[in-house]
Structure formats: C-alpha cells, structure tokens
C-alpha cells in the first residue's frame, strides 16, 4: 500500500510540471476547439478577454507556468467565476488547451505612450473613478476592483472599457433600474433580484429594496453605471495616459 501511494503522490507531482504537447501543432489545433467551445463565452474567441480575463499576455493572475495553467483549468480559482474542467477532461485534452493558450500568448510584450502619474491623477480627480473602483486589495466598491487589472487585460480592452462602458458588464455589476409610483426612477447595483423583490445599492452607497407591488416596475438594464462620457470629458492624451496607469495594477506578484 505504502509503495501504491508513493507512486500516485509521485504521479501526482509530476503531474503538469512541463506541458508534454508544448508545441504540437495538431493538439494546439484540438485544445482551439475545444477553447472555442468551453471557454470562448468567458474570454472570448481569440482568448483576448470578455468577462474573463484576457489570456493572451502570457501572465495570469493565478500563476504562470504551465503547471499553474494545467491547475487552473482542472480545479478552478476559487472565489472566481473560473470553474473546473477536472471531471469533464482527461489530462490531455487539459494539455491541449495549456498549448493553445500558450500559442495565442503574444510574441511581443503591449507597450503603451502615456504617462501613468498623470493618468493617476486623473483617476483620482478629474475622472472621479477613485470614488467607485479600488486600486488595492480591500472590501468591494461600487465599480469592479481594478488592483489586476493591469495583469488581467489588453491596453485595448482597456482603453475600449473607458469609452464604451456599456460594451462588456462585469459580472456582478448588472444594473436593476426601479420606476416609483411618483415617477422617480433609481438606479444601482444588483445585490438580489428575484420575482417578487429587488435589491441594489446606488452610486452612493445606498442600500434600497422593493416588493414588487411597491414599484411601478423593477428590470435589469444592459447598461453600466460607469459613465458613458469619458470620450468628450477627457482629451486623446488623457484617455492614454489613465490606459498607461491602468496598466500599472499589477496587484501581488
């Protein structure tokens, strides 16, 4: 029995130390399928981002060695929407998809003309982003924590996000829009919402809940709280130089 177990804990380590089919063109070939297939909804058709993050920068927030990646697909992050792939894929067609993401990694690192102080100031102030998204580690805001985001996105989904909000919600923003009785309508957050009640927090941090017999009516709305604006409230210059700081969060190596 003891030499039973040495050999699966040795199995075990082995396991996803270096990718077997690194390289191999025709399990790139089946690992794109099946990306397309499985993983395509999250992070998009060409693993450039969506929802999920974008995997072709060859540096990702869970580790980077293929021993990371074959982790990652087979168990998951946990506390993230990254689910398992363990029970429904055999070890290879893991493989598979290690090598294909390591095909579509780019060859030549993004670079970016901008100045991340400036951008930083920016945020801060002129661009009022400070008040609802953290830049650091810490509890939730009221916009998605950016403390990543510079090792979990393209400068051009970035840059894409800032002008086009509405384009991609984050999972976990959707917006629940309430119309009163008297005509008001507010506007935030999605905490609950179910057939008979909503629950959401506003952009001032204000916690609100409704019965659906209180509202004139309560829907989810495909839009972001995020200011639409941005494209005419800051210059070229300025939009670059917030895209420059963004790429900075890096968050914990």
């Not at 929802?51 to 927030?61: A, E, K, Q, V």
């Not at 290879?92 to 060859?107: D, Y």
């Not at 810490?138 to 800032?162: A, F, H, N």
Request: with cysteine.
């Amino acid at each position: 029995m003891r030499a039973a177990l040495l050999l699966f804990l040795l199995a075990l380590l082995a396991r996803g130390q270096t990718n077997p089919l690194a390289g191999d063109a025709a399990a790139i070939d089946v690992g794109k399928g099946n990306f397309r297939l499985y993983c395509a909804p999250c992070h998009g058709i060409h693993a450039q981002g969506g929802r999920g993050p974008d995997l072709t920068r060859g540096n990702f927030s869970a580790g980077n060695t293929d021993t990371d990646l074959f982790r990652v697909i087979s168990a998951g992050v946990q506390g993230t929407d990254m689910t398992g792939y363990g029970e429904r894929f055999d070890d290879q067609m893991i493989w598979r998809l290690v090598a294909f993401i390591r095909s579509a990694a780019r060859v030549t690192p993004e670079m970016i003309a901008g100045d991340p102080a400036h951008g930083r100031a920016i945020f801060q102030g002129k661009g009022g982003c400070a008040a609802c998204h953290a830049t650091t580690a810490g509890p939730p805001q009221i916009g998605p924590s950016l403390d990543r985001v510079g090792r979990q996105r393209s400068l051009q989904y970035l840059r894409e996000k800032l002008l086009d909000p509405n384009q991609s919600i984050t999972p976990g923003y959707s917006t629940v829009a309430v119309k009163l009785p008297d005509g008001r309508t507010l506007r935030g957050i999605e905490i609950a919402f179910d057939d008979f009640s909503s629950q959401f927090m506003d952009v001032n941090r204000q916690f609100h809940s409704f019965r659906k017999e209180e509202a004139a009516s309560i829907e989810r709305e495909p839009t972001s709280l995020m200011p639409s604006d941005y494209g005419r409230r800051l210059t070229p210059s300025e939009q670059t130089d917030i895209v420059a700081y963004l790429s900075t969060l890096r968050g914990a190596q």
